[in-house]
């Protein structure tokens, strides 16, 4: 009994470091969470956008979130920077604010525990860096794919 005791004790404290290391259950229901409504929005938007005509439901891609954090946009003649100018290229590293040149924790989960950990949170920084980044809301769509593609980042 006590040696089994004793694995059980061994086995936990092998597999808190690996724990901490990856997306946390928290951070795992709060994305899955936002992933659920921005697809019902997403539906809702392209359904409105078809005026009647079928349309196919795309589904969220990692791809397409990688291609939105990479991407840099050009909004009424001005070259808008990506995601990834504040951030790096990988979003496992630590970034820095390109006007301020305050040190940015890393944006993926699997690193950053403290990240997406709040559903209002969430929403408040794709309202404040999609309207600095591209002068608008970002889509359900985007937000979508930004989410399921920091949800592959390992």
Not at 54 to 76: D, H
Request: charged share 25%; proline share 6%; aromatic share 6%.
């Amino acid at each position: 009994m006590r040696k089994i005791a004793l694995l059980l004790a061994m086995a936990g404290t092998i597999a808190l470091p690996v724990q901490a290391q990856g997306i946390s259950p928290t951070q795992t229901d709060i994305m899955k969470k936002l992933i659920v409504q921005y697809g019902e929005k997403a539906k809702a938007e392209a359904s409105k956008n078809a005026k009647g005509k079928p349309f196919a439901a795309e589904e969220f891609s990692a791809e397409n979130g990688r291609q939105i954090y990479l991407m840099s946009r050009n909004w009424e003649g001005d070259e808008m920077p990506a995601c990834a100018a504040c951030h790096t290229d990988d979003p496992k590293k630590e970034g820095t604010h390109n006007q301020s040149k305050k040190p940015i924790k890393p944006l993926a989960p699997a690193v950053s525990p403290e990240r997406f950990t709040s559903v209002e949170k969430v929403e408040k920084n794709f309202s404040k860096h999609c309207r600095d980044l591209y002068s608008r809301d970002c889509t359900s769509m985007e937000k979508g794919n930004f989410l399921t593609y920091l949800l592959s980042v390992k």
